[in-house]
């Protein structure tokens, strides 16, 4: 069993910041990576950041320069800073994990991120 919990969402006006958190328990190991994915109303999932387990990141282009992602892998917890937030970054943000050899995604049930122009 792999529990992902999401926090840090809310409502923030366009220009400010959000820090989300992911707490992971139950059979973490082995990482791969892990990351944030987001949905938009009426759009499909898309990833926003991933950061593998030797540090490695990767990020959106519509969020890189704004977003930063990290990790303490020894309490197996992943963060998104996002600062310079706009409308279009209003999603549903998903954290996502992933083990070496597997192709198995694990989600957690999402956090609610609102930027108001």
């Known amino acids: 069993q792999v529990q992902l919990v999401e926090s840090g969402g809310g409502l923030v006006q366009a220009g400010g910041s959000l820090r989300l958190s992911c707490a992971a328990s139950?059979?973490?190991?082995?990482?791969?990576?892990m990351g944030w994915f987001r949905q938009a109303p009426g759009k499909q999932r898309e990833p926003v950041a991933v950061i593998s387990s030797g540090g490695s990141t990767n990020y959106a282009e519509s969020v890189k320069g704004r977003f930063t992602i990290s990790t303490d892998y020894a309490k197996n917890t992943v963060y998104l800073q996002m600062n310079s937030l706009k409308p279009e970054d209003t999603a549903v943000y998903y954290c996502?994990?992933?083990?070496?050899?597997?192709?198995?995604?694990?989600w957690g049930k999402g956090t609610l991120v609102t930027v108001s122009s």
């Open positions: 139950g059979s973490i190991f082995s990482v791969k990576d």
């Open positions: 996502n994990y992933k083990r070496n050899y597997s192709t198995i995604n694990y």
